[in-house]
Nanobody
Framework: QVQLVESGGGLVQAGGSLRLSCTASRSGFSINFMGWYRQVPGKQRELVGTITSGGSTNYADSVKGRFTISRDNAKNTVYLQMTSLKFEDTAVYYC??????????WGQGTQVTVSS
């Protein structure tokens, strides 16, 4: 498994934007398929979107057109650009790989709070 570190969360007003980052802590590890997830206390973690090693992306209907996932292979980092944020986007956001998920390993996530 590889440890992933999420960052970039914070407090933002509705309609605002944030960019989250996800970086592998282990040098030499290449991030391939990656998913962004979010979780609200008391609810199940939900998939926000994914990106493949080739840069193809897919998004949940709730964020389509507002969120964009991208990657910088040179920095071994995957980004989640969030625009037109809504109150209901408030959650802890996580990035993760399929292998980590199979092992039950999750990072600490980054809190995004959208004020209405």
């Amino acid at each position: 498994q590889v440890q992933l570190v999420e960052s970039g969360g914070g407090l933002v007003q509705a309609g605002g934007s944030l960019r989250l980052s996800c970086t592998a802590s282990r040098s030499g590890f290449s991030i391939n398929f990656m998913g962004w997830y979010r979780q609200v206390p008391g609810k199940q973690r939900e998939l926000v979107g994914t990106i493949t090693s080739g840069g193809s992306t897919n998004y949940a209907d709730s964020v389509k057109g507002r969120f964009t996932i991208s990657r910088d292979n040179a920095k071994n980092t995957v980004y989640l650009q969030m625009t037109s944020l809504k109150f209901e986007d408030t959650a802890v956001y996580y990035c993760n790989t399929p292998n980590n998920i199979r092992l039950g390993s999750w990072g600490q996530g980054t809190q995004v709070t959208v004020s209405s």
